[in-house]
């Protein structure tokens, strides 16, 4: 399958400007396209730039740890920056292969940036508090160019 490239941000719907006042009348009702980034990873207690890049002015909706192969136990973090915490921390990784980790179930360590992450691309770092045995992949879930700041 093909892929197209956009600079995006998308927004869609059907009215782009508003004309009515009553929800069936022409009312506005575009919205923004949630994108997705992935990347793999294999578990280290030195923080590792995931390739992911969020685009400036873009909004976090989720982050989703998908572990293939089992995790020593430990903690995961993800940040913007090397310090791997802007995002969250103390997400369990656990011991179990072929599980789902949401992001947002972990300590939230500054909301903000979820909500904006600033008027720069970021790269997304993820760390593990211990051990070396796990693989997976993470996906970004973000809005971009929704400038919330």
Do not use: R
């Not at 719907?13 to 009702?29: E, F, L, M, P, R």
């Not at 578990?43 to 890049?53: K, L, N, R, Y």
């Not at 720069?120 to 879930?141: M, N, P, Q, R, W």
């Amino acid at each position: 399958m093909a892929t197209t490239t956009f600079s995006g941000p998308i927004k869609a719907g059907t009215i782009k400007d508003t004309t009515g006042t009553t929800v069936g009348t022409d009312v506005k009702n575009t919205g923004f396209v949630k994108m997705a980034q992935t990347a793999s990873w294999t578990q280290s207690t030195t923080a590792a730039d995931t390739g992911i890049t969020i685009p400036a002015n873009s909004q976090i909706t989720e982050i989703i740890v998908y572990i293939t192969t089992a995790c020593d136990a430990a903690n995961i973090s993800m940040g913007t920056s090397t310090a791997s915490t802007e995002l969250f921390t103390a997400l369990a990784a656990g011991t179990a292969a072929n599980v789902i980790h949401h992001g947002a179930d972990g300590t939230i360590t500054d909301a903000d940036t979820w909500v904006d992450i600033g008027t720069s691309d970021l790269s997304i770092y993820i760390d593990f508090s211990a051990g070396t045995s796990g693989v997976g992949y993470v996906t970004v879930e973000y809005i971009q160019g929704i400038n919330n700041a």
